[in-house]
Each structure stands twice: as C-alpha cells, then as structure tokens.
C-alpha cells in the first residue's frame, strides 16, 4: 500500500476526505439560522481558520467542542466508505442500510444511537418512511462523495449510484444528490477543469432525466428543476461577480429560502458557484462557504470534497489537516484512503482483462 499513497489516485482521494472534513469543521461552530455574512464578518472577520464551538453537541450537529470537531455529515461520510469496502466497490443500497443497521445497534452512546436513527429506520420502510417528513433535506449529498471516487472519472456511473443510495433523503434532492457525485467523479479526472466538472454534474442528469420522463416532459415550457434552473443562475452570479462577497449577496437575493434550513439545492448551488467564483481554489471554496453562513458546515463539506478531489491532499494546509485529525481520532481517514484506493486499482485490474477480452471479440 506504501506505493499506493504516492500515487496521484491515493493523494486525491485522501483529499476528498479530509477536504470534506475540513469543511465541515469549519462551518461547524458558525452555522445557524441567526447568522447572516454580515453577522459573521462583523464577529469574526473572515474565517480561515478552525475554531472550538460554542454550542452544545447534538445528534445532528458535532459530538465535542474541540476546534476541527467535524459534525454528523463527516460521520456519515465514514459509514458509506464501510459500506463501500465491504461490499469491495460500489455498494447496493441494501449494503448501505446494513452498515447502517449494524451501526445503530451497536451505538456506543444515545449520540452515535440518535445520529444514526432516521437514516436506519429510513433503510428499514423504504418508501413507507418519509424522512424528515419528506421534506428534500440535504441528508444525502454531505455524505456521498466517496461514491463519486469509486466511480472516478465516469460521472454518468457515479450519478446512477448516486440517485440509487439517496434513499437518505427525498424529492430533488436525491437529484441534487446524483449530481454532487458525478461532479466528484469528473473531479478525479486528471484533465478535469473547472468548468468541466459542473458540465459533467448537468449532462449527467440531463442524460438521466432524459431516460427516466419521456419526450413530452422534456417540451413542456413551464416544467421545473430548481437544481438546474437555480445551478446555472448560480454559475452566472460566480463568473460575474467580483468577489466572493458579492457572489454571496446576488446569491441570496436569488436562492429561494423557505422553512427548511438544510435544503438540497442550496448544498448543491451553493458549494459549486464558490467553487467556479474561486477557480477551484481550495483553501478560498472553503472560506467563501463558510462565509456564507447558514447551513455553512454543508456547504463547505461539500466544496472541500470537491476541490480536494480536484486538487489533492497536496493543496490543503498542513495545519487545518492536523488539526482536524487531532480532534476526531476515532476514524483514520488515511486507511479509509489507502483501502479505498486499493478497491479502484483491483477493479481497474478487472476492468481492464475484460476491455482485453472485448477487443478480441471485435
């Protein structure tokens, strides 16, 4: 495995995760619905850098105070990665729901036990358990980037897995979901650019949507996907603006902002218009979502698994990894790497005997 790590593919996919940590620690101890940009500038400046909380610990929040302590979203993040090794590439959705059952009974504490419950119980019933009252929660697409590294460069595969193990959440988010991870996907290719990566996360789903509604639907004037409509409204505001601050007031003025606080599109739109406005930066992505306040921890996880995928764990500061290693040693996120790389190579290997097989075929 040592010569594993020196590789390119190890060095992204081990900045994918921590990047997405990172992120997510963060955000963590300024998000909330009482913040606004303007709150958190005046309190603390711009955030660049990782700070204790303040609050207390919750299900679905952070489990300690520490400065790096990443939140729910990075643990269950960890737990598709299980689910990945195990079944030794891309998971089924009943693999997911068994790690995720396993986890659950075997809580070590009523945190762990209330973190994991609605996910858990959403596995059990199916469609008979509306999770989060069926609201489009951003539930899946914090958590979902390692589907976007098993299928590494192939973002139309990594968007149907995507869609399939979004059971995590409803609505268009399982949408928003899909096209998170064939952005990551797009990420990992080594000729991907910026703008490349939100084409890819678009075509995906146009090419699924295409599949799955028919011609008719496709003609109608007045049909609406606010993850497209409001991805490229999005896009358009990062190009123009002249910084982040801007992006993030013409942004607002556009989102729409309803009664949910965790709303998938915003965690898709959000995290991909700083990540283009920053050129794919990863250390400014990560500020400019933070600084975005609200549901800021999501939507930095999200940017920093991108852009860590895009960029390599070379391009994150030494510092924010230590940091946030020392504060959340339960999970060793440079194993999880190693064995996830491990998993791409061996099926690269497979792949390739049969693209071998196929050539003579021809």
């Known amino acids: 495995m040592d010569s594993a790590r020196d590789s390119t593919l190890y060095k992204k996919i081990y900045g994918c995760l921590i990047g997405g940590a990172i992120g997510d620690a963060m955000g963590g101890p300024v998000e909330g619905r009482e913040w606004t940009p303007e709150k958190l500038r005046d309190a603390y400046g ?11 610990i919750g299900y679905h929040a952070h489990f300690h105070k520490a400065a790096g302590a990443y939140t729910d979203d990075t643990r269950m ?25 396993r986890a659950y009974h075997h809580a070590p504490d009523e945190m762990h036990e209330g973190l994991l419950e609605d996910y858990y119980l959403k596995a059990i019933w199916g469609r008979d358990k509306l999770i989060y ?30 869609f399939d193990l979004a059971f995590l959440t409803d609505g268009y ?56 409509q409001f991805l490229d409204k999005g896009i358009e505001i990062a190009k123009s603006s ?66 860590g995928a895009f960029h390599g764990v070379d391009a994150i500061p030494e510092d924010w990894i230590a940091t946030v290693i020392a504060a959340n040693p339960e999970t060793d996120m440079v194993e999880l790497a190693e064995r996830l790389t491990r998993i791409i190579i061996d099926e690269y290997e497979i792949a390739r005997v049969a693209v071998d097989a196929i050539a003579r075929l021809m």
């Open 77 to 101: 993040k960890h737990l598709l990665c299980q689910a990945i090794i195990e079944a030794g590439g891309m998971p089924r959705a009943g693999e997911l729901g068994h790690v995720l059952a």
């Open 242 to 307: 002249k910084d982040y601050v801007e992006a993030q007031r013409r942004l607002y003025d556009t989102l729409e902002w309803g009664h949910l606080f965790s709303e998938a599109t915003h965690t898709l739109v959000v995290p991909l218009s700083m990540f283009v406005h920053c050129g794919g930066d990863f250390k400014q992505s990560i500020i400019a979502c933070v600084m975005y306040a609200r549901d800021n921890d999501s939507y930095a996880s999200v940017a920093g698994a991108l852009a």
């Open 173 to 228: 988010a399982k949408s928003a979901s899909a096209m998170m991870v064939a952005a990551i996907a797009e990420a990992m290719n080594p000729a991907a650019t910026v703008d490349g990566i939100v084409a890819a996360a678009k075509d995906a789903h146009r090419a699924f949507n295409a599949r799955r509604e028919g011609p008719r639907w496709g003609d109608l004037d007045w049909k609406y996907d606010p993850n497209l």
């Open 46 to 56: 711009e955030i660049d850098r990782l700070m204790p909380y303040e609050r207390d």
């Open 133 to 162: 009252s069926g609201e489009p929660t951003n539930g899946a697409i914090m958590s979902n980037s390692p589907i976007g590294l098993i299928a590494a460069c192939r973002p139309h595969d990594a968007y149907q897995t995507g």
